[in-house]
């Protein structure tokens, strides 16, 4: 487990029995993806779900920040399977910027996970994590 990234995830936006965050330190626009049980996907282009309660409230489109984040929770998250996508939506400076970004998944019950993913290009789209509550 990576404690000084869980630590920064649970300073950023709200909590809930589920919570994904995002964090990164280049200057870019990467995009959290959350496919919940529904189907219903989670993301800057639909930031509360329809079926849930789950609600995209952290969306950084600069990659300004130290670290930038974006963070997606649910205060009762529904049973079922969850799957988390990053995907590489736009360079914010002249030179596209390739980095490293980690994901924590913070669950009521369980011990704090974190992946950690490479972007090296814009519209790269990488699989973070799945499972099941």
């Known amino acids: 487990m990576d404690t000084a990234s869980v630590e920064q995830a649970q300073e950023i936006g709200n909590d809930g029995a589920l919570k994904i965050t995002l964090l990164w330190v280049f200057k870019a626009d990467i995009d959290l993806h959350v496919i919940e049980p529904s189907g219903e996907e989670i993301s800057f282009t639909n930031t509360t779900s329809s079926t849930s309660d789950g609600f995209l409230d952290v969306d950084n489109i600069t990659g300004e920040g130290n670290p930038a984040a974006e963070n997606i929770f649910w205060e009762n998250p529904p049973e079922g399977t969850y799957v988390v996508s990053l995907h590489y ?45």
């Not at 002249?94 to 924590?104: I, K, L, S």
């Not at 950690?116 to 499972?131: A, C, G, L, S």
């Open 89 to 133: 939506y736009a360079k914010k400076t002249f030179f596209a910027r390739r980095g490293d970004c980690t994901v924590v998944v913070l669950r009521e019950g369980h011990d704090p996970e974190t992946r950690h993913v490479r972007m090296k290009k814009v519209d790269q789209t990488e699989h973070v994590i799945t499972f099941t509550l």
